[in-house]
């Protein structure tokens, strides 16, 4: 089941889930790759961090990218 957790407590969630479940695995909303792609948004250094911060943990990410042709 998937849960909404805040960059504040990403290292406390991941390692409780580590405990449980060995490998962790998330999905990153769209937005993320919006945040770290564009520096001029305003969480991009906060996205940065989040990203620097589940890769030295050992979590594998994903996201979510939904196109529209016009």
């Known amino acids: 089941m998937g849960q909404v957790v805040p960059f504040s407590d990403v290292e406390n ?5 580590q405990k449980s479940q060995g490998k962790i695995r998330s999905i990153l909303d769209t937005n993320v790759l919006a ?3 564009y520096e ?4 991009h250094d906060a996205v940065v961090d989040l990203i ?3 890769e030295n943990m050992g979590v594998d990410f994903f996201a979510t990218v939904n196109t529209k042709q016009e």
Request: no cysteine; proline share 0%; hydrophobic share 45%.
């Open 13 to 17: 969630y991941v390692q409780s889930l």
């Open 35 to 37: 945040s770290l792609t």
């Open 40 to 43: 001029v948004k305003l969480n």
């Open 52 to 54: 620097l911060r589940l």
